[in-house]
């Protein structure tokens, strides 16, 4: 396989960044096709921690080319800081082997501070979103007045669409008797950053498309999950992009066939951050020994996740919605020790049974799910390289996940640490 895309199958936090670290030093590129630094990737790399926001989780390994394609909301000054950070860790960083979509669009300071303001003018109904300015900085994409990467390159085209910008959020501020944003300072700010950004800047779409024709491995990096996704998730409590595997291709600037294996990440148990429904979602021990051993905490905003069983029928919806022709499951480790495992494998609603995910909120918020209970382990798999290291029970817990989300496991991850890997087909090869 020339190109494979990864796609979280849950709420996101399913262990991606390790994942496509591994899979980066089978790739020449790697490339982010949506979302922005809501994204919380972390790698451990020979006991050191990474934690990537922004930049694609290949940026760690020599000789690839990292993209940020035209899909991704970009903070900028959030980017350069985490470019300097890696930089002084001894990462080689630079236009050389960083690239980024002139075309993407900028997420500017007001943009978080009205996704703040927002979420807590909201009260019960919030989101709980990560505060970064993710929806607000979509929305004006989509109103056709934001601000892009290429704009910074022409100060009299920048005057005009700060104007334009400005003439809709300062018409709104002043309906909310709130402080209107100062055109000028953001202007003056956009200046002192274009000659740190515009280095960076690139017509990704060529380089993309050179890469293929010359046979190179390309990896596309989602962020996020399946169930956030803003048409196939939970809506409204979803992020505003489209997460899932078809949005690669528009996100990166390439035609819809340049996937050749969809990866969906997937964690052994269901962890969900923010609001929202979360049909098998627990509030007892067994969810907070699932939070302490997994160290459920999210990366960008630090908040306990909230846990419970693994869900069948929602991942099973994801492999639908992404194409999934396989999965990497993850954090088996964090089940060891459990005597029983529940997986849910349908839901009741209304006297009803249903083996799919309803669309409307009050559905999802209602249905009961079904469970199917199979016996725990006790030995440890954490660490574990080869199926037979594993416990019978747990080959069998994995065995009946694969069954009923019509996917099988490619890989299985078995710590954070990078080689603790079961491999079991390779998305690369073919
Ligand atoms: P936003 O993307 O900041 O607008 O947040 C919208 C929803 O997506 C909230 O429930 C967030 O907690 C969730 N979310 C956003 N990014 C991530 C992520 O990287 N992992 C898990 N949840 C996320």
């Known amino acids: 396989m020339a190109n494979v895309a990864v796609v979280g199958s849950q709420w996101g936090d399913e262990g991606k960044g390790k994942v496509v670290d591994w899979l980066s030093q089978r790739a020449d590129v790697v490339v982010r096709f949506q979302g922005g630094h809501n994204a919380g990737h972390t790698l451990v790399i020979d006991g050191e921690i990474y934690t990537l926001s922004l930049l694609p989780s290949g940026v760690v390994r020599r000789n690839k080319l990292s993209i940020i394609g035209n899909g991704v909301v970009v903070d900028p000054w959030a980017l350069l800081d985490e470019i300097n950070a890696l930089q002084k860790r001894g990462v080689k960083l630079s236009p050389d082997n960083l690239k980024l979509a002139e075309n993407a669009v900028l997420i500017l300071p007001f943009h978080g501070y009205i996704d703040r303001a927002r979420e807590e003018a909201s009260g019960e109904a919030k989101i709980g979103t990560t505060g970064r300015g993710i929806g607000p900085a979509y929305e004006d994409k989509v109103a056709r007045r934001a601000i892009r990467v290429c704009d910074l ?42 000659p740190k950004i515009l280095p960076y800047a690139d017509r990704v779409w060529e380089r993309l498309d050179a890469a293929r024709r010359n046979g190179k491995h390309i990896l596309f990096e989602g962020a996020q999950g399946a169930m956030l996704d803003v048409d196939h998730g939970t809506y409204p409590f979803v992020t505003s992009s489209n997460t899932v595997a078809g949005q690669a291709s528009i996100g990166a600037g390439m035609a819809s066939d340049c996937v050749d294996y969809v990866l969906g990440i997937t964690k052994a148990y269901t962890t969900r951050v923010g609001s929202g429904p979360f049909p098998t979602e627990l509030d007892n021990e067994i969810s907070q020994g699932l939070g302490e051993r997994g160290r459920e905490f999210g990366t960008v905003t630090g908040r306990p996740r909230r846990c419970g069983w693994f869900d069948a029928v929602m991942v099973r919806q994801a492999v639908k919605v992404c194409g999934i022709h396989g999965i990497a499951l993850t954090k088996l480790d964090v089940l060891d020790g459990m005597e029983n495992l529940k997986i849910c494998t349908g839901y009741h609603l209304n006297g009803k049974n249903m083996n799919y995910l309803p669309s409307a909120i009050s559905a999802q918020a209602g249905v009961e799910p079904v469970y199917k209970t199979l016996e725990g382990w006790t030995d440890s798999t954490r660490g574990a390289r080869s199926w037979a290291d594993l416990p019978a029970t747990a080959v069998k817990y994995v065995r009946h996940i694969e069954k009923l989300i019509e996917a099988p496991v490619a890989l299985l991850s078995t710590s954070p640490e990078r080689e603790d890997m079961i491999l079991e087909r390779d998305p690369f090869s073919d």
């Open 153 to 194: 390159a022409d100060s009299v085209c920048l005057v005009e669409r700060v104007e334009q910008l400005l003439f809709h959020h300062n018409a709104v501020l002043r309906g909310l008797k709130a402080e209107e944003i100062d055109g000028k300072a953001l202007m003056a700010s956009l200046e002192e950053l274009a």
